[in-house]
């Protein structure tokens, strides 16, 4: 059984950076693509960032462009998230996802109900 787990997250002041680390652990093939989503009291789970299987694709949404990187790390089906320029409204709980995909290695999925495998989360709060 694949487990996702997150680390990274805690309290920054508005313009500071956070880099959230994601490590997939359990029997892991290497064909998952990875994302990033987030959820804010009241709010609906959203998808912040997205990666392919092979490291090569990656996407933001309108909200995290030109703020925050996806990337796969050094180790087999890991993804980190740098965020950069920080605003209070990026203040969530930031989940990490999988899917095991079957592609060329460069597809992105950025629809929630693609992704199977969920970390638990971690906590971003971002003060003005």
């Known amino acids: 059984q694949v487990q996702l787990v997150e680390s990274g997250g805690g309290l920054v002041q508005a313009g500071g950076s956070l880099r959230l680390s994601c490590a997939a652990s359990?029997?892991?093939?290497?064909?998952?693509?990875m994302a990033w989503f987030r959820q804010a009291p009241g709010k609906e789970r959203e998808i912040v960032a997205a990666?392919?299987?092979?490291?090569?694709?990656?996407w933001n949404a309108d909200s995290a462009k030109g703020r925050f990187t996806i990337a796969r790390g050094n180790a087999k089906n890991t993804v980190n998230l740098q965020m950069n320029s920080l605003k209070p409204e990026d203040t969530a709980v930031y989940y990490c996802?999988?899917?095991?995909?079957?592609?060329?290695?460069?597809?992105?999925?950025?629809?929630?109900?693609?992704?199977?495998?969920w970390g638990q989360g971690t906590q971003v709060t971002v003060s003005s």
């Open positions: 996802a999988a899917a095991r995909v079957i592609d060329s290695g460069s597809g992105l999925y950025t629809r929630q109900s693609t992704y199977n495998i």
């Open positions: 359990g029997r892991t093939p290497s064909t998952y693509a």
């Open positions: 990666i392919s299987w092979n490291g090569g694709n990656t």
